[in-house]
């Protein structure tokens, strides 16, 4: 059974920064798109940020490019997202997603088939 775990979300204030984590279980992940994603009170989840499955590839939403990096560790099924220079508005829950069937680096939700519970992000102002 497919199994994505966030971990490292909490409060911090603005312009401080965060890394969350996720980790993979159950498969290989190492041929598989990952992505991040997030989702704020009251609005519809987004994409935040993707990897390819080699790892030399990104793609990110146009307000994060800059601040956040995503990367990924094949040899440890993880994913990263590192956030800098956080804003109140990245306030959300941030979610970990796996692509089983595909390897790019997709920006959209329906490439991906596997999810993870999500970890809640506070930035205060």
């Known amino acids: 059974q497919v199994q994505l775990v966030e971990s490292g979300g909490g409060l911090v204030q603005s312009g401080g920064s965060l890394r969350v984590s996720c980790a993979a279980s159950?498969?290989?992940?190492?041929?598989?798109?990952m992505g991040w994603f997030r989702q704020a009170p009251g609005k519809e989840r987004e994409f935040v940020a993707a990897?390819?499955?080699?790892?030399?590839?990104?793609n990110y939403a146009a307000f994060v490019k800059g601040r956040f990096t995503i990367s990924r560790d094949n040899a440890k099924n993880a994913v990263y997202l590192q956030m800098n220079s956080l804003k109140p508005e990245d306030t959300a829950v941030y979610y970990c997603?796996?692509?089983?069937?595909?390897?790019?680096?997709?920006?959209?939700?329906?490439?991906?088939?596997?999810w993870g519970q999500g970890t809640q992000v506070t930035v205060s102002s």
């Open positions: 159950g498969r290989t992940f190492s041929s598989w798109a």
């Open positions: 997603a796996a692509a089983s069937k595909e390897s790019r680096a997709s920006m959209t939700n329906y490439a991906y088939d596997y």
């Open positions: 990897i390819n499955w080699r790892g030399d590839t990104t």
